[in-house]
C-alpha cells in the first residue's frame, strides 16, 4: 500500500482516468487519517459534477477536521473551497464554522471566499471576524493563525542584535555552520532556535535537494508539506540570495514554519520573496555541496555569544 507521501500524487493519476465510482472512492479517502490525502480527495470531488453525496461527505469531513486537525490546516482549507464550488447555499453552514474558528488563515480563506462568490448579503461582518488576528488561546487546542509570541520573545530577539548567534548542525556528511542576521529577520532566528533547542531538527531526513540550487530540510513528514504546527510572518530584508544563503521555506505569505533551505549558488529571483535569515561560509559550504536526499541532520546546537540568555 502507497504511503502518505506518494498517496495524493496517486489519488490525482488515479482521478485523471475517471474511472467508474471514482466519487465513492475519493469520499472514502475523505476518512483517511492523513490530512494531505484528504485534501487531495476533496480537489477531486470539487471537479466532479455536483451531489448530494458528495457535498454531505465533504461537508462532514469539514467538520471533523476542525476537531482533529489541530497542527494542520490543508484540509481544511481544501475542503472550504470544494463545498462552495459544489454548492454555495450548502457552504453556509461551513463557512461560518470557519469565519468563528482560531485560525486566522482559515477564517480568511473564508472571507475570500465569500467575496469571491458573492455571498457577502449572508455574511454581516465577515470582514472583521476574517482580519481579527488574537493571541494564541490554549483553549482553542491550536497554534495555528494566532500570534505566538510574547513580549519577552521580542524583546529577545532585538537583544540578539548586539551579539552574535549560530547554529552548528551535525549532520552524516560533517558538520557545517549556520550564522544568524538577528537584526534582520529577528523572530524568525528565534523561532529557528526554539526549534533547535527543542530538539525538533534532530534526525530528520534532507528532503529535498535541487543541484545548483537548494538544500532543504525542517520537515517531520519528509514530503514538504510538514511543519511544526504554526506558521511565522515573513521578514522580507534586503540581503541577497547568494551562494550559502539560508532562507524560510513558504507555500504563500506569512506560511514559514520550520522548512529552511541552504543555496548552493546565487538565486536572484528569491530576493524578496523569501526572509533571508543567515548564511554558511564558503569553508562549510563543501560539506552542504556533500549532502544528498536522505541524509539526516543528527543534532543542531545553537551558539550565542553576547545576548540575554532567557
Known sequence: MPGPMSMPVLLQTFAAFKPDGLDGEMRSFLENGDVFIRAAAADILADQPPSKENIDALK??????????????????????????????????????????????????????????GMQADFPGYEKMAARVGSFDPKSGTRLGQVLNSAGDYRRAIARKNGSVSAVLNTQ????????????????????????????????EVHR?????VVQ????????????????????????????????????????????????????????????????????????????RGDRILSVKIIEKGTPRK
Open 217 to 292: 530540510d525542517g520537515d517531520p513528514r519528509g514530503d514538504g508539506n510538514g511543519g511544526p504546527g504554526w506558521s511565522i510572518r515573513d521578514e522580507i530584508n534586503m540581503i541577497p540570495y547568494g551562494r550559502g544563503a539560508v532562507g524560510m521555506a513558504l507555500s504563500g505569505k506569512n506560511t514559514g514554519g520550520s522548512q529552511w533551505f541552504v543555496t548552493h549558488s546565487p538565486q536572484p529571483h528569491l530576493d524578496g520573496g523569501y526572509t533571508v535569515f543567515g548564511r554558511v561560509n564558503e569553508t562549510d559550504m563543501k560539506i552542504v555541496d556533500q549532502i544528498v
Open 60 to 117: 462532514s469531513a469539514f467538520a471533523k477536521s476542525l476537531v482533529s486537525d489541530k497542527h494542520d490546516n490543508d484540509a481544511q482549507l481544501t475542503l472550504l473551497s470544494a463545498i462552495v464550488k459544489l454548492d454555495k447555499t450548502e457552504a453556509n453552514e461551513s463557512l461560518k464554522s470557519a469565519l468563528a474558528a482560531a485560525d486566522y488563515l482559515l477564517r480568511r480563506h473564508a472571507a475570500n471566499l465569500i467575496r469571491q462568490n
Open 173 to 204: 556528511k560533517g558538520s557545517f555552520t549556520m550564522e544568524f542576521f538577528p537584526e534582520d529577520a529577528p523572530l524568525t532566528v528565534d523561532n529557528f532556535i526554539k526549534l533547535a533547542k527543542s530538539g525538533y531538527f534532530n534526525g530528520l
Open 209 to 213: 535537494v535541487v543541484a545548483n540550487f
